[in-house]
């Protein structure tokens, strides 16, 4: 692009992003700690459910230092239903860095704020360029989206070092006096107009400068691979009740998928054994009586859990019980709270 086409393109996008731009919570401020929790929040995750969230985790955590201090189990009890709750472990880390190595002040600088425990170069560019205004590159899905159309980039945008060239791209074209509304603008752009299938073009501000367009390649463009399978596993859920009417729970390991998170007792279907067997082996339960709550299916990035759940009765020194009450207040992911839901609508029923 010439000198001159980039100007223009700089300024159409800038121009249409500040008079379109959606009215959401996180574009009301400048604080580098609120627009860090917006991005993470963001991640893998609609707008539309995550701006409940950010206004809820705001009213707790209005600061560095709250967040800092906070118990995880509450914490977590925040995140519950954004799933990926790695994210916000990661985002107390990071923020307790800022606290105690830079006098509770997000760094300013690249080198610096790539240091912190769960930014990355997306979060790192957002937050530079969003809360301090430094032409910074932050590059997404829909930044690489936008780029690979406009500029006719065919690197496959599922490799993680075609990421390097987006981000060399985005640099040559950032309008360095309005670095926020540009990188803002390529992300809206992606998100409302430069949809994945059926882009808008005939709405897109920089469809002249659009080489997909011209081309008629819309629909070809980003390139990239599919993802490997998913692999696939089989529980069963069990909702255990004792005579006082106490559930019982379990949490699950410090590390790996859905960390600290409570959960019903969960045992993989295989058939070498009954998990039923080996719930009352494990716990010590005098088990009466079994019935069927319900199926679901949960999907996360990598992994699916088809769980089948029943509410069964027995008593057991062992194990930790929890009122319904006291379980409300545990951090549950989406699955354990729809068969929690399951189990409430059968006590109603009976």
């Known amino acids: 692009m010439s000198y001159q086409y980039i ?13 379109e731009k959606r009215d959401l919570p996180w574009r009301k401020t400048k604080d580098p700690y609120k627009i860090w929790v917006s991005e993470v929040m963001l991640q893998q995750t609609r707008v539309d459910t995550v701006i409940p969230y950010y206004e809820n985790f705001m009213e707790k955590f209005p600061t560095v230092e709250k967040l800092a201090e ?21 985002l107390q880390a990071g923020v307790r860095e800022v606290v105690e190595n830079y006098q509770s002040i997000v760094p300013k600088t ?29 590059v997404d899905g829909n930044v690489m989206r936008v780029l690979s159309r406009v500029l006719l980039l065919e690197d ?16 040559e074209l950032i309008d360095v006096k309005h670095p926020s509304d540009f990188n803002q603008g390529l992300m809206e752009l992606g998100a409302l107009v430069c949809t994945p299938t ?24 980003p390139i990239k691979t599919k ?15 004792n005579e006082a009417g106490a559930l019982l729970m379990e949490k699950r390991p410090e590390s790996g998928l ?36 319900s199926e679901l299916k949960h999907v996360f990035s990598h992994i699916v859990w088809n769980l089948s759940s029943f509410h069964i009765k027995g008593n057991s020194t062992k194990g930790q019980w929890f009122t319904l009450e006291e379980i409300e207040k545990l951090p549950l992911a989406v699955p354990m709270q729809k068969i929690l839901q399951s189990f409430k609508v059968e006590k109603l029923r009976l």
């Open 110 to 138: 690249r080198e610096e704020i790539s240091e912190l425990k769960g930014i990355g170069p997306y979060t790192a560019g957002a937050v530079l360029s969003i809360a301090y205004g430094v032409p910074e590159h932050a």
């Open 198 to 221: 059926s882009p808008k073009c005939l709405l897109c501000p920089v469809r002249d400068y659009c080489g997909a367009f011209a081309e008629g390649r819309t629909e070809e463009l």
């Open 7 to 19: 100007k223009e393109f700089q300024q159409n996008l800038v121009q249409w992003f500040q008079e």
């Open 70 to 90: 906070a118990e995880e189990e509450f914490l977590l009890k925040q995140w519950e239903g954004l799933g990926y709750y790695s994210r916000v472990r990661n």
């Open 156 to 171: 496959d945008i599922a490799l993680a070092k075609t990421r390097k060239v987006f981000e060399k791209a985005v640099m």
């Open 227 to 241: 993802k490997t399978k998913v692999k696939k596993l089989a529980y069963d859920v069990f909702v255990v009740q």
């Open 258 to 293: 859905l960390a600290n998170m409570w959960q019903f007792p969960m045992i993989e279907q295989t058939k070498d054994f009954s998990a039923v067997a080996k719930l009352a082996d494990t716990y010590e339960i005098e088990l009466s009586g079994q019935e069927k709550l």
